[in-house]
């Protein structure tokens, strides 16, 4: 009688352990598929950080799982790309994003987010070479003191709107600093060539001596450092008129320049880098196109 009671007893301690074994299994391989939907989730609406939460909470579900591993590297990689090129550093960012486009078996979505990329940063590292190119030009033209050649050169810069765009940066301050390194040097050779022709002149008028020094300087100028010269304005900016200074008909203010920096600056371009003169234009342009002018920056400055 003892025997089969302890028989009964055995059967259902199996019973209950077996059945907890299953029941344990069934909910964690639940919380897998939970935490791995949530996963592809959160990529899709560009939540990195919360995916990859979400892929490593599948990891502890299930040790060791290929598919999730694979989903967390894939992620992990795309989020070194996007900082990467936040940063500027292009070959590093290429490097990622290839290495997310060549996944196998991993999120289709970042797949295609990473081949958009590289098309992106292959743009952005070819624009960069042509940037370069114009300014070492620009500055071997300004070691030659050829100001105007250099203003020139640099003007082939400022006039390509994606020379503004945030990627360039680092360039388009340079050339600013160029610019303003040109102007100065012309205001110099001008100013050298009038004493020079004042000093030869001492018979003469001073009105009469500096007349002559004007006319002696812009000779010694070429024609477009003549123009850049005649257009310097003492504070390294060109003038412009007084029609090119207004908004309707207004002029405008320097608060409603300050105000346009900071909505150019949210759209993703480097407006601290732009001159007054170049905001002017934003606003007078955005006004003609009937556009915000975060619209505008977004569309025609970056």
Do not use: P
Not at 277 to 287: E, K
Request: overall charge positive.
């Amino acid at each position: 009688m003892k025997k089969w009671v302890w028989v009964v007893a055995t059967i259902v301690v199996a019973l209950l352990i077996g059945g907890y074994a299953y029941s344990n299994h069934h909910a964690t391989a639940k919380e897998y598929q939970a935490a791995m939907a949530n996963g592809r989730t959160a990529i899709q609406s560009k939540h990195y950080t919360q995916a990859e939460s979400y892929f490593q909470n599948a990891l502890k579900r299930r040790l060791n799982d290929k598919t999730a591993q694979r989903y967390l590297t894939q992620t992990q990689r795309f989020v070194s790309a996007e900082d990467a090129l936040d940063d500027l550093h292009f070959a590093s960012a290429q490097t990622h994003y290839q290495t997310v486009r060549d996944t196998k078996n991993g999120s289709q979505i970042l797949t295609k987010r990473a081949q958009d990329r590289l098309k992106q940063v292959k743009t952005i590292r070819s624009n960069v070479k042509q940037f370069k190119k114009l300014l070492t030009k620009a500055q071997g033209q300004n070691e030659a003191l050829n100001y105007g050649q250099s203003n020139t050169t640099l003007d082939e810069l400022f006039n390509n709107s994606k020379f503004r765009q945030r990627y360039y940066k680092n360039l388009y301050s340079q050339a600013l600093a160029l610019r303003k390194a040109n102007n100065a040097g012309q205001t110099a050779s001008l100013a050298s060539s009038a004493s020079s022709t004042a000093a030869a002149s001492s018979s003469e008028s001073s009105a009469t001596s500096s007349s002559t020094a004007t006319s002696s300087s812009s000779a010694s100028l070429t024609s477009s450092e003549q123009a850049a010269a005649k257009n310097y304005s003492g504070s390294n900016e060109y003038t412009v008129t007084k029609k090119q200074k207004e908004l309707n008909g207004k002029t405008i203010t320097a608060d409603q320049i300050a105000s346009a920096r900071k909505t150019i600056n949210a759209a993703g371009v480097q407006a601290d880098a732009m001159s007054d003169q170049d905001v002017r234009v934003a606003l007078q342009q955005a006004n003609k196109k009937d556009m915000s002018l975060s619209a505008y920056a977004k569309q025609y400055l970056q």
